[in-house]
């Protein structure tokens, strides 16, 4: 025999605390989603703050860092499975969360959108880069005279290299480059990255690098900083 709902007369053997699924979701919320999140998004690279890092775009990184958001929500007594999260994008950007949720040994299918507003500013990189900040130098120079196209092809490749290491650290860029006599220097906003393409490099072309470094002072929290210059002498 079949039970009913106390409260809309439903007959149905999925009850849960006398209610059928739809009376107990009008009277209890599993999930308190937010209605609308705000993402931050780097003007200058167009990359996402999610959580404490900078990430380039793509709905694959906002489903799984909704999904993150969502399994801290739920409620620790709530059996859950099958969560999923869709991006869509038409007016604007909605994260559809949708789940399987077990109350009294009765399945719950719940979904819900969440708006996601970005807001356009600069990350703390990007702030020094536009401002000219570097920690390092690469001089390209050569072990002979060589012509103006060889010498920026050695430039380019060196830009190329600072251009894979961008993801995993944000000051590796160029922020200036200015002509020298026999070659050019190359201002990297990080000293790691430049420290790796000058090592790459210099194994590359079986040559040395000469390292040097100038004394700037020291920060407001009292650390030494230095500017650090790796020289490559490239065959001709």
């Not at 739809?22 to 937010?34: A, M």
């Not at 859950?80 to 869509?88: A, E, G, R, S, T």
């Not at 996601?116 to 072990?143: C, G, P, W």
Request: hydrophobic share 40%; glycine share 4%.
């Amino acid at each position: 025999m079949k039970r009913f709902c106390v409260k809309c007369g439903k007959e149905t053997n999925q009850l849960i605390n006398s209610l059928c699924k739809k009376c107990f979701l009008e009277k209890n919320k599993l999930i308190d989603l937010p209605k609308k999140i705000i993402i931050d998004v780097d003007k200058r690279t167009g990359r996402l703050r999610l959580g404490a890092a900078w990430i380039d775009e793509s709905d694959a990184v906002l489903e799984k860092f909704i999904e993150d958001k969502v399994k801290k929500l739920i409620k620790q007594k709530i059996d859950f499975d099958n969560l999923k999260v869709q991006i869509l994008r038409e007016d604007s950007v909605i994260a559809r969360v949708s789940l399987d949720a077990l109350v009294d040994n009765v399945k719950l299918g719940l979904v819900e959108d969440i708006e996601l507003s970005f807001r356009r500013t600069l990350s703390d990189a990007s702030m020094k880069l536009s401002s000219n900040y570097h920690e390092a130098i690469i001089q390209v120079r050569f072990l002979e005279k060589t012509n103006k196209k060889i010498e920026q092809e050695k430039v380019e490749e060196v830009l190329a290299f600072l251009k894979e290491h961008k993801k995993k650290i944000e000051l590796s860029a160029a922020v200036d480059i200015k002509n020298q006599v026999g070659g050019q220097d190359i201002f990297v906003g990080s000293n790691k990255a430049a420290k790796i393409v000058a090592t790459k490099l210099a194994r590359k072309y079986n040559t040395k690098i000469i390292y040097s470094n100038k004394l700037l002072g020291e920060d407001k929290h009292g650390k030494t900083n230095y500017r650090h210059t790796y020289c490559i002498r490239f065959p001709s």
